[in-house]
């Protein structure tokens, strides 16, 4: 009898992962620095997997990533912000633990909100000294919020700010889920959501079923 090999997982070890068109594409946005990238695909397609494979072969001493998943449901626009810079600052504790109490003064003037999440964003970018790249994974739950327009301004911001603000050109983010960020905007009289690169996630070719085929035999 023959001995199975693959087996069904939540996230592909290194040894099994295969690369498309998109993980090129992918790790160049992210090197590029210069504009977020956004995975649009339909669930299980591999979206997740090929965040995770950028932040492994990626992420360097001087290069760091924080995956977050937004599909927990937070009730204002303040617990969405402050839920990413806490996971930015419990990921990345170890370079960043000096700075908390700087993040609560910051949070304890109970300023606007966006205003409370860019200044704690600076100040971990002026603390870290390196590339911060954040992946928001399951953009799509925003979708039920009334908050969704002013999380994508934010994100739009942070890249046209950085002529004021230098720290924030070692700042880029990737989006994932299924549904485009500008359709998770509500009030069409905002600024769109227009910034992006989108990452196509194709499904594999023949030649590559074949090799995976033959490798696994």
Known sequence: MNKKILKKYTTIPPHL?????????????????????????????????????????????????????????????????????????????EELWEIRPEIDEIRSLNRANHVTYTKSLSAILKSLEKD???????????????????????????????????????????LSGVIEPKDLIKDRNKSPFNIGEKIYLDDFSVSVHRGILTYHS
Not at 19 to 29: C, G, N, P, V
Not at 47 to 57: D, E, I, P, S, W
Not at 145 to 171: G, K, M, Q, W
């Open 17 to 93: 992962y295969v690369e498309r068109s998109a993980d090129k594409q992918l790790r160049d946005i992210i090197e590029d620095m210069q504009r977020p990238g956004y995975v649009l695909v339909a669930r299980q397609m591999g979206k997740t997997n090929l965040l995770f494979n950028a932040k492994r072969n990626l992420e360097t001493d001087d290069r760091k990533f924080v995956y977050i998943d937004l599909s927990n449901n937070f009730e204002t626009e303040l617990e969405c912000y402050n839920y990413i810079i806490d996971s930015i600052l419990d990921v990345l504790e």
């Open 132 to 174: 911060l790249v954040i992946i928001l994974d399951e953009i799509d739950a925003l979708r039920t919020s009334d908050y969704s327009d002013n999380i994508f301004a934010v994100i739009r911001s942070n890249y046209f700010t950085r002529s004021n603000f230098p720290e924030f050109n070692h700042l880029t983010y990737m």
